[in-house]
C-alpha cells in the first residue's frame, strides 16, 4: 500500500475515534464529516478525468487551482479558479456511479445575497451574531447550502449552515454531506 495513503487511512481513522469518544458533539452545528484534510495539488497532478468533468461543467471557468482530500472515505477534488468577470468559483467533485462529478458549487457571497428564509433561519439560531464570511453552495439538485463562518467562544470561528430548499429554510444540526 502506498506509503502517504496508509498515513491518510490512519490520520481518518484517528480522527474517527476521537469524534466517536466526543460522541460527535465536534461543531455548533452537530456531527462533523470526518476528512483528512486538504491538501494543495498541482494541475498537472489532477487526473485528467476530473479536470474534464470541471470543464464540461463550466467551460468559462479559468482553472487555478486545486485541493485533493478523502471525506467519509471518498475521495474529492476541490477545483477553484475564475468566471470571466473575475468572481471566484470553486467546483467539489467525487466520483458518482464511477465518474468524476461536480455535487457542488461554492461561491462566497454578502449576506444581501443570502435568500430571506435562510437569513431569518440564522437569526433564529444565533440571534446578534454576524458571519465574517458567507459561502454559498449549490448542490446542484435545487438544494442550497449557506455556510455562515465568524466569530465563536475563545476567539475561534464557529460555522453554522442553512439548508434552503423550495423555498424552506431550516438551521442544519449536523454538517452537510454530500
Request: hydrophobic share 40%; charged share 25%.
Amino acid at each position: 500500500m502506498n506509503h502517504c495513503l496508509v498515513h491518510r487511512l490512519a490520520a481518518v481513522l484517528a480522527a474517527g475515534i476521537v469524534l466517536a469518544a466526543c460522541g460527535g458533539e465536534h461543531s455548533p452545528a452537530g456531527h462533523s464529516v470526518v476528512s483528512s484534510g486538504k491538501e494543495a495539488t498541482g494541475l498537472e497532478a489532477v487526473p485528467a478525468e476530473v479536470l474534464q468533468a470541471a470543464r464540461a461543467a463550466r467551460p468559462e471557468l479559468r482553472i487555478e487551482d486545486a485541493e485533493q482530500e478523502v471525506r467519509g472515505g471518498q475521495e474529492y477534488y476541490d477545483i477553484a479558479g475564475k468566471m470571466p468577470d473575475g468572481s471566484e468559483l470553486e467546483l467539489d467533485m467525487t466520483t458518482v456511479d464511477g465518474a468524476w462529478t461536480v455535487v457542488e458549487i461554492q461561491r462566497d457571497i454578502a449576506l444581501v445575497q443570502v435568500a430571506e428564509g435562510a437569513r431569518q433561519a440564522l437569526s433564529t439560531v444565533k440571534p446578534d451574531w454576524g458571519p465574517t464570511r458567507i459561502i454559498e453552495s449549490d448542490q446542484g439538485d435545487g438544494v442550497i447550502i449557506y455556510e455562515f463562518l465568524g466569530p465563536g467562544p475563545d476567539s475561534g470561528e464557529i460555522k453554522i449552515e442553512v439548508k434552503l430548499e423550495d423555498n424552506q429554510a431550516e438551521a442544519l444540526r449536523d454538517e452537510w454531506v454530500h
